[in-house]
């Protein structure tokens, strides 16, 4: 599904694949601002993308790197892969490029690749307060929770279950794209 060509949203606004370049470009930019984002990561995400497994879809502005959110076209989340809906996975744009319609061209380019395989798009996304505008986001873009309550890596959670709170407990949430 990967889609190599670059996409000019607007003067400043630039979306376009991941390039073997990036890596080190993105962990620098992530550690400037406390987040601990390994080189490793993203080229990972290079060889999954040039694979055909993932569209990691990049956005420039004016120059330089603001963030970025990828397409796994499989999900590892059993109910979405079990009906074939591909999940956005690992959606960030940098805080100080953050309220200038970065991530809302982000989820446009992602829904618009989607579309075209499936009639749902799926995103996981996590319970604790830094997920707050997130929730905000998906929620004004149309996404509704899946039904299947909180998720402790992809597993359902039971009445008493006592779990860690981290970046593996989610809620799923699709959308009609």
């Given at each position: ?97 953050q309220r200038r319609h970065i991530g809302s061209a982000l989820m446009d380019e992602a829904e618009k690749r989607i579309k075209k395989v499936s ?43 006592q779990v860690v709170i981290d970046d593996d407990l989610a809620i799923y949430m699709m959308k009609q794209v």
């Amino acid at each position: 599904m990967n889609n190599r060509k670059r996409i000019r949203i607007n003067d400043q606004l630039v979306l376009r694949p991941l390039e073997e370049r990036d890596p080190l470009i993105f962990h620098k930019a992530f550690s400037d601002q406390g987040w601990n984002k390994p080189v490793s990561q993203y080229e990972d995400y290079f060889k999954l993308q040039s694979q055909g497994h993932r569209d990691i879809i990049v956005a420039d502005w004016e120059g330089s790197f603001a963030g970025y959110l990828t397409i796994k076209w499989n999900s590892d989340y059993p109910a979405f892969a079990k009906d074939g809906i591909p999940e956005i996975v690992d959606f960030n744009v940098l805080k100080k490029y953050q309220r200038r319609h970065i991530g809302s061209a982000l989820m446009d380019e992602a829904e618009k690749r989607i579309k075209k395989v499936s009639a749902y798009a799926g995103i996981g996304v996590g319970v604790t307060e830094d997920y707050g505008a997130a929730h905000i986001l998906y929620v004004k873009r149309g996404y509704f929770p899946d039904g299947t309550g909180m998720k402790k890596n992809h597993q359902s959670l039971k009445y008493g279950d006592q779990v860690v709170i981290d970046d593996d407990l989610a809620i799923y949430m699709m959308k009609q794209v």
